[in-house]
């Protein structure tokens, strides 16, 4: 069984105007696409084409290029479109905000911890919130299309929360301003979401 680009549960203009319905449109109707089709192909023959996405990450040779990147990105987008909606933002509450809370001291110190994350990537990548059995959060960032659960990357946990900061995520609307875009994300985060997922995997 192939895996397949998932539907966006909101409208392509419902996340404006901090993010646009054009890239959105580009961004999930384009490169996530690509990133499923390569994937798929790259799955071919592997052994691996029945194993879920997050096996297949937990198991990735770091030497298989084709693999690596289009299998991050197939995962990353996965969880991007679900931890973003309308109606975002705000910030968490319950046992999240505490784990939060316990190593950030306040929303407002983590905001600032997982904005350096997401501006000091150099060039392409992602910003992570992960959460670690037992229910430690912690910040980090990652190349490319690198995700937490690949291994040997220096950032672990379950990612609960990824920003993209490819250039392709905000370049039509912020062109180089990384940093207003990184503040408009803050404004889509489904954290009721965001709660959910570290409840599964604390
Ligand atoms: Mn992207």
Known sequence: M?????KLTYANDA??????????????GKHHNGYT???????????????TIETI?????????????????????CLFWEVIGPNGGGA???????????????FEDFKTAFSNAAATQFGSGWAWLCVFKGGKVEVCSSANQDNPL?????????????????????YLNYQNRR???INAFFNVINWE?????????S
């Open 2 to 6: 192939a895996f397949e680009l998932p």
């Open 15 to 28: 996340l404006e105007p901090h993010i646009d319905a054009r890239t959105m449109e580009i961004h999930h």
């Open 37 to 51: 089709t390569k994937l798929n192909s790259a799955l071919e023959g592997s052994g691996m084409e029945f194993d």
């Open 57 to 77: 990450m937990e198991n990735m040779d770091m030497k298989n290029a084709a693999l690596r990147n289009n299998g991050g990105g197939y995962y990353n987008h």
């Open 92 to 106: 968490p509450s319950g046992a999240l905000a505490q784990a939060i809370n316990a190593i950030y001291g306040s």
């Open 150 to 170: 690949m291994p040997g990357i220096g950032c672990g946990g379950t990612p609960i929360l990824g920003l993209d900061v490819w250039e392709h995520a905000y």
């Open 179 to 181: 940093p207003d875009y």
């Open 193 to 201: 979401k965001v709660s959910e997922l570290y409840d599964q995997n």
